[in-house]
């Protein structure tokens, strides 16, 4: 079969710009042929090779005594003591979804389900953070519906609770959703496996399902901005079999057991030609691959399809040649292939054979090395103008717009289509706060959330970036664990554009401030650049995942407030007016205006006050931490999973929805709360009564509205509206 | 009492029951599904929840085919103990072992809460320790739970006391809102609802503990 010519067309439909061509030329002192130029496109895209965000990744805080790896392998992996590790991840599957919601979501579970098993820890945990258009955009529904059940496809068939997640609609998003998958891991931490190859003459083995041509281009589609040709782009979108992902990764955790792996690494974006080049350069070594072994699907493949292919659950690993009878007996037992197509090399070559002609010959660590960097320019977020008059509202009317809003309804109807349960250790469910996973047979849990407000991002990149962890750290307080550390999934527009580049190194900045202040380092992420339709931009949405520990079940924070239990609050307002109103949920949702500044984060009073609650945790039934929508929310959120009314003694708007960080709603009994106060004064905290826990209505100041007709929109108005 | 849990490829609630089994006392043994026997002297054959062979065929209906099932249909025939839940009951209604069929939800959902259950029947092994009447929480995991028989044979379960527990408020369209349903001899159960997800206090619901404890305490006393 005649290849393609190299023209200077098919270079440009490869997203490689002159500049990078004559580098690609300098590199082999030779033009590329149609299956190299591929391989470069693959390695050089923005998914792969972060060309545009690297030099801002590097000045992230990854480190701490709890950090065994930081980013660079397929997870971040922190230990948990007794000898085992969490291993987890966020990644975005936002294209795709766009495109195909159903596979889109699908695949992106899969992609970060193997991304933890391929590092030797099973999955225990997950949690999606979606971002979608305004509910009357007319494709909004169909995504929502289309993603919800590719998530809840994948996950359920391979049995891995969810017990989390965000779900958000904006203007912004019409033409660009977000989904970002997050996976935990439960590993023994002299049991992790690594992306390095070692020793020269080794099998390089594939592991897995079949290659098809599905995928074909999917990395390179996913650097692109959308345009009205979008609908030619869907079979770029990959196809994802969960049932076999489940044996994929049965079968991986027993091979491993075996001793046979030297290193792995799963097969994502750019499958083949990614993997086997990372293990490669990671190790030092060469890597030889014969396309003829290579499991196929389809007919007639040639070198460039199989080297570009993203068929899903597939992976390469480097074996210890004496245990190659066991290794394979396990991928006979799943009914796996299990095929030797290559090994490594001693000298520097990534040389692709195919029917006995060599498709490709290139400099292997050059390849994965020498990828495009840039430095883009970028101009700093310009202050926000300040808020404009914000009239006093009646407060009922207030709680009202969020509890019918989709953005702050329940989310019960998108959490009861995943299993939440299986595996048999959900401590806390989704819905509320942080989840809570048991670490299997032990009295220790795991808790994880993931956060971003990217209305203050959008506002205000640097105090965005620090509210986003912020939150993350203020649910994980919530429910009584210990922060460890977090994973960063950085959703931007177009870097090349200077405003947007602007918003991505602020919200660097303001995540490596708070991770640093609040000891939760980044050691793992994804960076997702380009969600632009026609030239308009997503909001800046830097979604943080973060995980805490609880060392001793008992220390769980997982009451409910009850009659008679006073409400006291943790922290307080340094806004004149009583409350920050700028960006805040009642701003948008009741005014339907987007102005004034991102709340200030006082990091220093995050720590303090996340500290006053893991120590005083015995004297808290219920907590948690005060954001979207301020008092207001927290209190009906807390009185609602109660099932009793609150009566909050004030009716100011700025002091009932205001938006100001570093706080928490605590509920307990009268005894609780005076020794709370004792507490907080020697701690110089400030906290303070705010009202009690009573009766059947939801009262603030003289407004009134019984608890069961403010729960039925609550619990309705998602599906109603978003469905 | 010697258990046997059943392992497809696909399964996922396998280590969910024998935690369970065991935390009630028994002795435990996971089976693989291209086994061709069970481990001698087993009392009871369990087949877990997830989704065997994908569930992309119907749901259960290649399960019901794997050799270890053979070895399953000949341990009731000769009068052991079983029990489905979820997928499990999906195979057991493949197998013919339980009456019956489960399609889609009604709302074409996937549907992962807690459900009030009503107990209709304490003449068996798995239910004996409820009351009748009494009301239990479960968690449902389920696509296709909607349980279907054709009318003359919900009056004869209806007549002949096999079904088990049926659903307060039904979630998934079964027909006389049937949740569990046990064989003619009561010593074979399916039901969608999770009970092994109900046996320890620190997830915050032991209302399944009694099942497994009630069975192992019958098998042990038979």
Known sequence: MSEPKVTEELIAKHGINADEYSEIIRILNREPNFTELGIFSAMWNEHCSYKSSKKWLR????????????????AG???????????????????????EPYQGAATGMGGILRDVFTMGARPIAAMNSLSFGEVTHPKTRQLVNGVVDGIGGYGNCFGVPTVGGEVRFHAAYNGNCLVNAFAAGLADTDKIFYSAASGVGMPVVYLGAKTGRDGVGGATMASAEFDDTIEEKRPTVQVGDPFTEKRLMEATLELMATGAVISIQDMGAAGLTCSAVEMGDKGGLGVRLNLDDVPQREQNMTAYEMMLSESQERMLMVLNPALEAEARAVFVKWDLDFAIVGETIAEDRFVIMHKGVCKADLPLATLSGSAPEYDRPWVETPAAAPLGDTPQIDPMEGLRALLSSPNYASKHWVYEQYDQKVMGDTMRMPGMGAGVVRVHGTNKALA????????????????????AVAEAYRNLISVGAIPL????????????????MGQFVGAIKGISQ?????????????????????GTGILPTPTIGAVGILKDLDTIIDGVARDGHVALLLGESSDPLGGHLGQSAILAEFFNREDGDAPHVDLGAEKRHGDFILANHT????CTDLSDGGLAMAAFEMAEAGGVGIRLDTDETPALFGEDQARYLIACNFDEAEALMVAAGQAQVPLRSV?????????????TCPLSELSEIHQTAFARQAT | MKAAVLVFPGSNCDRDL????????????????????????????????GFSFGDYLRCGAIAARSPITKSLIGHVERGGYALGICNGFQVLTETGLLPGALIRNAGLKFLCKDVALKVENTDTAFTQTYTLGDEVCYPIAHHDGNYQVPDEKLAELRGEGRIAFTYKDNPNGSVGDIAGVVSRNARVLGLMPHPERAVDPVLGNTDGAAMFSALIASVVAA
């Open chain 1, 485 to 500: 550390a977090t994973t960063d999934n950085m959703n931007f527009g177009n870097p090349e554009k200077p405003e947007i």
């Open chain 1, 691 to 703: 009202g009690t826990f009573s009766g059947d209505e939801i009262t603030f100041g003289a407004a």
């Open chain 1, 59 to 74: 000045t992230l805080p990854t480190q701490g005594p709890q950090v065994i790896c930081g980013p660079g392998e397929n």
């Open chain 1, 448 to 467: 994880f959330t993931s956060d971003v407000t990217p209305r203050y991002v959008m506002a205000n990149p640097v105090e965005g970036g620090k509210q």
């Open chain 1, 619 to 622: 004297l808290i039934k219920a």
């Open chain 2, 18 to 49: 024998a935690v369970a089994l065991r935390r009630a006392g028994a002795d435990v043994t996971m089976v693989w599904h291209k086994d061709d026997h069970l481990p001698d002297g087993v009392d009871l054959v369990a087949v877990p929840g």
């Open chain 1, 77 to 99: 992996i922190v230990d948990i003591g007794d000898g085992q590790c969490v291993v987890f991840k966020m990644e975005s599957h936002n294209h795709p979804s766009y495109i």
């Open chain 1, 514 to 534: 708070a991770v640093s202040a609040l000891d939760m380092p980044i050691v793992s992420g994804n960076v997702s650049l380009y969600n632009e339709t026609d």
